[in-house]
């Protein structure tokens, strides 16, 4: 079992940042990929981000391509993502997910992660 603590969200203009933090539970942190998922009112959870358990590799959605930075710190069991040029669209409930354990590559389909945060709100003013 793996708990998930997300961090980070806030209020903020457009064009700031922010970073927003996932502290994980248990041992096996480092087999698993991890994502950055937001939700947005009246629309389907998407994912933002995703990395592999190592780190080496990282797939953005087209959206947040060049403004979003997903890494990760397995000695620290963590995973983070840093928003920059944010923009009101932006604004969504972010939530951290782990895949199984040993499931190392990452992937945008929500349903191959089965661990999830509570989620932490982002809101982006105009």
């Known amino acids: 079992q793996v708990q998930l603590f997300e961090s980070g969200g806030g209020l903020v203009q457009a064009g700031g940042s922010l970073r927003l933090s996932c502290a994980a539970s248990?041992?096996?942190?480092?087999?698993?990929?991890m994502g950055w998922f937001r939700q947005a009112p009246g629309k389907e959870r998407e994912c933002a981000a995703s990395i592999s358990a190592s780190g080496d590799n990282t797939f953005y959605a087209d959206s947040v391509k060049g403004r979003f930075t997903i890494s990760r710190d397995n000695a620290k069991n963590t995973v983070y993502l840093q928003m920059n040029s944010l923009k009101p669209e932006d604004t969504a409930i972010y939530y951290c997910?782990?895949?199984?354990?040993?499931?190392?590559?990452?992937?945008?389909?929500?349903?191959?992660?089965?661990?999830w945060g509570q989620g932490t709100q982002v809101t982006v003013s105009s």
């Open positions: 248990g041992r096996t942190f480092s087999t698993r990929a």
């Open positions: 997910a782990a895949r199984q354990q040993f499931n190392s590559n990452p992937r945008f389909n929500k349903d191959e992660y089965h661990y």
